[in-house]
């Protein structure tokens, strides 16, 4: 699902009509470009369900389109805001037209921000919709310029995209009372506003074998139910050799994903934490990676992390 979903930023894009069934009526990007071979889609179920799209006879488009199947009946979509969809999508290639996965299979709905990184027949047709809408997007190689030159071209790909909500905006740094709270052996230094915290770990001292999570900045926001998404800062480092291996705030981008989908360190070390928190948690390896090296990380590593709770939804 996530590499069908790189295919979103992935693939820039211009407009061509693509006419939608199933007693909905649709409104289109563009008109259709000759030979592209669309005559129209007819997409099934009712938003809220996984759809059925019959596709249009002919060779795949060349050319790209959205088509408003639902308009919705809530909240607008806006630039700049990162909405919150369950999508389906399929491989068009004119033969089985495969269904390449849905977070209606996965229950995981993903969240997209409506900018200039994703390609511009999503950034005008996710404002066509509202909440409880329905967007039905043709992605296909049309704007070679745009591409790396030695980059394979990418089937044309249909997406189905039912907007469910949009994401909160999330904060910029931890925001609330320090709380003077520590772990022995690790060191945090905050120093204030939206810089990073400093994450120590070289240490004699021994690992607990347990989770131990310390509150360094109670945040003030609704505190995080096991089964959402959340937008952090982070910086993780090796317990005892203070080996960074992974920084978003060096990376300049706050991480975004499901609680459920992380390491059972995170899982049950960030339920319950309010949002506009910062903590320190050391991850015993039970919690961790176990007995697997992962990326530079070896076998049996305690890990620690210094988090800022930035969003949950």
């Known amino acids: 699902m996530r590499r069908a979903l790189a295919v979103v930023a992935a693939v820039p894009l211009i407009l061509f009509a693509a006419a939608c069934g199933s007693d ?9 470009a000759p030979g592209a071979g669309a005559s129209g889609f007819k997409v099934t179920g009712n938003v809220g369900a996984k759809p059925t799209v019959a596709f249009p006879s002919g060779s795949p488009a060349t050319t790209s ?3 408003v199947v639902q308009p919705g009946t809530g909240g607008g979509v806006k630039a700049g805001d990162r909405v919150i969809v369950n ?4 491989n068009w290639d004119g033969k089985g037209n495969a269904v390449q996965g849905s977070s209606y299979d996965t229950k995981q709905p993903e969240t997209i921000a409506v900018n200039e990184q994703i390609p511009q027949v999503l950034q005008e047709g996710f404002t ?4 409880g809408g329905r967007l039905l997007a043709v992605l296909a190689n049309d704007s070679a310029a745009q591409q790396q030159a030695t980059a394979p071209a990418e089937p044309t790909k249909v997406f189905v995209f039912d907007v469910v909500a949009t994401a909160p905006t999330p904060l910029k740094a931890a925001a609330g009372k320090e709380t003077g709270q520590s772990i022995k052996g690790v060191k945090v230094e905050s120093p204030g506003g939206e810089k990073a915290p400093t994450l120590s770990t070289k240490t004699k001292d021994k690992p607990s074998d347990k989770l131990v999570v310390k509150t360094l900045i109670e945040g003030t926001g609704a505190k995080v139910q096991p089964g959402q998404t959340l937008t952090v800062n982070y910086t993780g480092k090796i317990w005892g050799t203070d080996k960074q291996f992974d920084s978003s705030w060096e990376r300049g981008q706050p991480a975004e994903f499901p609680l459920g989908n992380v390491i059972k360190g995170w899982q049950q ?7 506009g928190s910062r903590v320190v948690m050391s991850i015993p390896p039970d919690l961790g990676y176990g007995d697997q090296e992962q990326q530079g990380i070896p076998a049996k590593s305690t890990l620690v992390f210094v988090v800022d709770v930035l969003a949950a939804y």
């Open 65 to 67: 389109s959205y088509s």
């Open 24 to 32: 909905n009526s649709a409104s289109t990007g563009a008109s259709s």
């Open 128 to 131: 066509k919709v509202k909440h």
């Open 269 to 275: 070390g960030l339920a319950g934490v309010p949002v």
């Open 87 to 90: 999508l389906t999508v399929y």
